[in-house]
């Protein structure tokens, strides 16, 4: 009797584990270099892409097992403006908060067990980006467009965004 329990019990913690991988969170940029606003630099441009597929897919862990998201982002422009003539090895963006705030423009496929339960086109946009709390550290690059993504994130799907601790 216990072997078939404990056997049962290996079954069920298997077929949850497969589920779970099944969830997930795939990000696709369409045409990046075509974007409103990201660095003219193909390494920078690279850096921020691969940033945001790692924050979309940090937040696509909060998702209920089994759910799949598939996120399209058409369009970028980043908060600040980036100043040219201050050129250098990175990135040097100027922030007015004026009519400088990040925008996405995406579109996203929720899907569970393959099924496709929602989908829709957005465009995200934070005018106040300068004046709200961002618990997002000075030194990141994307704390403005990250903090606009969880809150999308969050009245979207419904879920908790946990923030990061600064330090």
């Known amino acids: 009797m216990k072997t078939k329990t404990t056997r049962t019990f ?23 270099e075509q974007f409103s606003d990201v660095s003219f630099d193909q390494t920078e441009r690279d850096k921020v892409l691969k940033d945001l ?3 979309f897919e940090k937040l696509g862990e ?12 058409t369009d970028l422009d980043m908060a600040g403006r980036e100043n040219t003539s201050m050129r250098s ?17 995406l579109h996203y496929v929720l899907e569970q067990d393959g099924k496709v339960i929602g989908s829709a086109d957005a465009a995200l ?17 994307l704390r403005y467009e990250k903090k ?10 419904g879920t908790q965004v946990k923030r990061p601790v600064r330090k």
């Open 53 to 55: 597929t790692a924050h």
């Open 89 to 105: 090895t990175q990135d040097f963006r100027v922030m007015t908060g004026q009519a400088d705030w990040p925008r996405m423009r």
């Open 125 to 141: 946009s934070d005018m106040s980006y300068l004046t709200r709390i961002n618990r997002y550290a000075s030194g990141d690059k």
């Open 148 to 157: 606009m993504i969880d809150d999308w994130f969050s009245d979207t799907f």
């Open 10 to 32: 290996i079954a069920g913690l298997a077929l949850l584990a497969s589920t779970a991988a099944w969830a997930g969170t795939e990000v696709h940029f369409t045409k990046p």
């Open 62 to 73: 909060s998702l209920k097992p089994g759910l799949t998201l598939k996120i399209d982002v």
